[in-house]
Nanobody, 124 residues
Framework: QVHLVESGGGSVQAGGSLRLSCAASGYTASTYCMGWFRQAPGMEREGVAGIDTNGGTRYSESVKGRFTISLDNVKNVLYLEMMGLKPEDTGRYYC??????????????????WGQGTQVTVSS
C-alpha cells in the first residue's frame, strides 16, 4: 500500500528557507513520478514541482529558480528545498506520486497517491 508522509513545514520570515521531506513507503519512489503541490485557504491546489523516473524536473513559474525538487533513491525520500520564500508561498504542501508517468508533471490530475500535507507559513 502506497503511503506518503510529509514533514519539514513551519513558519519563517520572508527571504527564509525550508526543506520539506516526503517519506514514501509501499513502493519504490524512483519508479514513480513524484511531485509537490500546495494549497492556500480558499484556493485550488496547485502544482509546485515534479520529478520523473529519469530525474527530469518541472517547476511552476512562480517557484522556478527558488525551489528545488530532488529524490533520494536510497532512502526513498522526496525533498523540496525552498529558498527566498515569499508570503505568497504560504499554504499546505502535499507530496504526490503516480506510476503512470511519461515525464515530470505538476498537474494535480496526473497523481493518484497523496500525503496529508505539511503547513508552510511565510510572514512579511
Amino acid at each position: 500500500q502506497v503511503h506518503l508522509v510529509e514533514s519539514g513545514g513551519g513558519s519563517v520570515q520572508a527571504g527564509g528557507s525550508l526543506r520539506l521531506s516526503c517519506a514514501a513507503s509501499g513502493y519504490t519512489a524512483s519508479t514513480y513520478c513524484m511531485g509537490w503541490f500546495r494549497q492556500a485557504p480558499g484556493m485550488e491546489r496547485e502544482g509546485v514541482a515534479g520529478i520523473d523516473t529519469n530525474g527530469g524536473t518541472r517547476y511552476s513559474e512562480s517557484v522556478k529558480g527558488r525551489f528545488t525538487i530532488s529524490l533520494d533513491n536510497v532512502k526513498n525520500v522526496l525533498y523540496l528545498e525552498m529558498m527566498g520564500l515569499k508570503p505568497e508561498d504560504t499554504g499546505r504542501y502535499y507530496c504526490a506520486g503516480d506510476e503512470l508517468c511519461e515525464e515530470a508533471t505538476v498537474v494535480v490530475g496526473d497523481f493518484g497517491y497523496w500525503g496529508q500535507g505539511t503547513q508552510v507559513t511565510v510572514s512579511s
